[in-house]
T-cell receptor
Framework: NAGVTQTPKFRILKIGQSMTLQCTQD?????MYWYRQDPGMGLKLIYYSVGAGITDKGEVPNGYNVSRSTTEDFPLRLELAAPSQTSVYFCASSYMLGKVGELFFGEGSRLTVL | AQKITQTQPGMFVQEKEAVTLDCTYDTSDQSYGLFWYKQPSSGEMIFLIY??????QNATEGRYSLNFQKARKSANLVISASQLGDSAMYFC?????????????FGQGTTLQVKP
C-alpha cells in the first residue's frame, strides 16, 4: 500500500521562483490537507479539501494555492517563493466516516528558498 | 478559538522507565477528538493514539496510554517501559467535532530522549 505519496522529497528554490508540490493518495479518502512544519515547531494548516472540487484556506494560506480535481490528487502551488516559505511540507488525508478519522501523512517535502 | 499547548520542549527518561508528556487544550465544543503523533528523526508522522471527548475510558494502545482529564482539559500521553526507539518528537493534536472538515490543530511538540 502506497498510502500518501509526496514529490519531490527535497527541493531548493531561488527567491521568486514557483513550483508545485505533488500529493496523491490511494486510500479513496475524501479529506486532504497540506501542513507546513518550521524547524522545531508544530504543524500549521495551509489548505484543506473535503472532496474533489472543494478547497478552503487553513491557518497560513498566504503565498500558496491548491486545487482538487480528483479524489486522489491535491497539489500545492507556491508562487513567487520567499525565504519565509523554507519549511517541511506534509500532505495528509483522512477518512472522516471512521470513528477516529486520524490523518495519514506523506513522508514530507523539504523545501529551501535561497 | 481552539488551542493545544505542550509546555515541555524537551524531556529525558531512562530506558525502561515510564514518562508522561503533557498536553492541555482549549475548545468550546462538547464533541472533539484528541490525538498523539510521533515524529522520529527520519521525519515521518506516526499516529499513536486517539481519545474521543465522550469516551469514558482512557485510551490505550500497547505501551501508550492517554490520561484524559476532561475537567482540566488535559490529555497527557503516558509511555510505559521506555525504549531507545521512543526517542522522537511527540505532538498532541485536536479536532473539533463541530467542524466537519477533519482538520487537526497541533501543539508545538515535545522532544523525548531515552537514555540507556
Amino acid at each position: 500500500n502506497a498510502g500518501v505519496t509526496q514529490t519531490p522529497k527535497f527541493r531548493i528554490l531561488k527567491i521568486g521562483q514557483s513550483m508545485t508540490l505533488q500529493c496523491t493518495q490511494d486510500m479513496n479518502h475524501n479529506y486532504m490537507y497540506w501542513y507546513r512544519q518550521d524547524p522545531g515547531m508544530g504543524l500549521k494548516l495551509i489548505y484543506y479539501s473535503v472532496g474533489a472540487g472543494i478547497t478552503d484556506k487553513g491557518e497560513v494560506p498566504n503565498g500558496y494555492n491548491v486545487s482538487r480535481s480528483t479524489t486522489e490528487d491535491f497539489p500545492l502551488r507556491l508562487e513567487l517563493a520567499a525565504p519565509s516559505q523554507t519549511s517541511v511540507y506534509f500532505c495528509a488525508s483522512s477518512y472522516m466516516l471512521g470513528k477516529v478519522g486520524e490523518l495519514f501523512f506523506g513522508e514530507g517535502s523539504r523545501l529551501t528558498v535561497l | 478559538a481552539q488551542k493545544i499547548t505542550q509546555t515541555q520542549p524537551g524531556m529525558f527518561v531512562q530506558e525502561k522507565e515510564a514518562v508522561t508528556l503533557d498536553c492541555t487544550y482549549d475548545t468550546s465544543d462538547q464533541s472533539y477528538g484528541l490525538f498523539w503523533y510521533k515524529q522520529p528523526s527520519s521525519g515521518e508522522m506516526i499516529f499513536l493514539i486517539y481519545q474521543g471527548s465522550y469516551d469514558e475510558q482512557n485510551a490505550t494502545e500497547g505501551r501508550y496510554s492517554l490520561n484524559f482529564q476532561k475537567a482540566r482539559k488535559s490529555a497527557n500521553l503516558v509511555i510505559s517501559a521506555s525504549q531507545l526507539g521512543d526517542s522522537a518528537m511527540y505532538f498532541c493534536a485536536m479536532r473539533e467535532g463541530s467542524s466537519n472538515t477533519g482538520k487537526l490543530i497541533f501543539g508545538q511538540g515535545t522532544t523525548l530522549q531515552v537514555k540507556p
